[in-house]
């Protein structure tokens, strides 16, 4: 399940992605919009900019924009950024990796080998969409 952060990013982002056409959004046009704490939209804005997704300006008609367009955005990036590993196993993360400390032989696991397959579906949908399908669909 996706925690209430990276919900609020995909919110956020599918915001900015709507208002394109406007140089930059102020948070507080987000936050109204989808009912969440200032301070904490601002806190995951700032990651997603670290992050190389959005930009900021600061002062009169400052706020942010998406630097990416909407279609070079996977769910997959955003959801990494702010979830960490997409697997449901450490032994099964790509990126993550870390051995079972109940694991004799991962090898010979049935779980693991069932708990890679899952990651490799899961991938290949969230690898395929982008912030582009999340609005196509508003």
């Known amino acids: 399940m996706l925690s209430k952060k990276t919900k609020y990013a995909l919110h956020a982002l599918t915001y900015l992605g709507k208002h394109r056409d406007q140089k930059t959004v102020l948070i507080q046009d987000i936050a109204e919009e989808y009912g969440i704490s200032h301070k904490f939209l601002e806190n995951i804005l700032l990651e997603l900019k670290k992050a190389g997704i959005l930009g900021s300006k600061k002062g009169k008609g400052g706020g942010y924009y998406l630097i990416k367009d909407p279609k070079d955005v996977p769910l997959s990036k955003v959801i990494r950024l702010l979830e960490g590993p997409i697997a ?4 099964v ?8 400390a109940e694991c004799k032989d991962e090898a010979k696991c ?3 080998k069932v708990m890679a397959e899952v990651r490799d579906e899961t991938l ?3 690898e395929n969409k982008t912030l582009s399908d999340i609005l196509d669909k508003e």
């Open 93 to 100: 993360s790509l990126n993550y990796y870390e051995p079972c």
């Open 110 to 112: 049935g779980l693991n």
């Open 124 to 126: 290949k949908i969230l």
């Open 88 to 91: 449901l196993l450490p032994c």
